[in-house]
Nanobody, 123 residues
């Protein structure tokens, strides 16, 4: 059974950094799209960053405009891990962050989700 477990959330001041981790288990994810979504109170869940195999051992990365240049997604297929390095954090980054996996393309309809980890950025 596929399981995704996030960790690394917490409280940080504006301008600070955090690194989120997602541990995946239950199958091999090297050919899966994996990434991160977030949901702030009263708002819909939104895409943050994703990484997808594009062939020849190359993985493409994609980011929401709101986090480009500040967040970096990476993966370690040998460990079945996905990471999200977040820098220059802003109060508007406050949300529950969810790890997601999909055999094709990440979307809100993706079948595999973690339980979420809270990120709170104070001003």
């Amino acid at each position: 059974q596929v399981q995704l477990v996030e960790s690394g959330g917490g409280l940080v001041q504006a301008g600070g950094s955090l690194r989120l981790s997602c541990a995946a288990s239950g199958r091999t994810f090297s050919n899966y799209a994996m990434g991160w979504f977030r949901q702030a109170p009263g708002k819909e869940r939104e895409f943050v960053a994703g990484t997808r195999w594009s062939g020849s051992s190359i993985y493409d990365a994609d980011y929401a405009d709101s986090v480009k240049g500040r967040f970096t997604i990476s993966r370690d297929n040998a460990k079945n891990m996905v990471y999200l390095r977040m820098t220059s954090l802003k109060p508007e980054d406050t949300a529950v962050y969810y790890c997601a996996a999909d055999p094709e393309r990440l979307s809100l309809l993706s079948g595999h989700w973690g339980q979420g980890t809270q990120v709170t950025v104070s001003s």
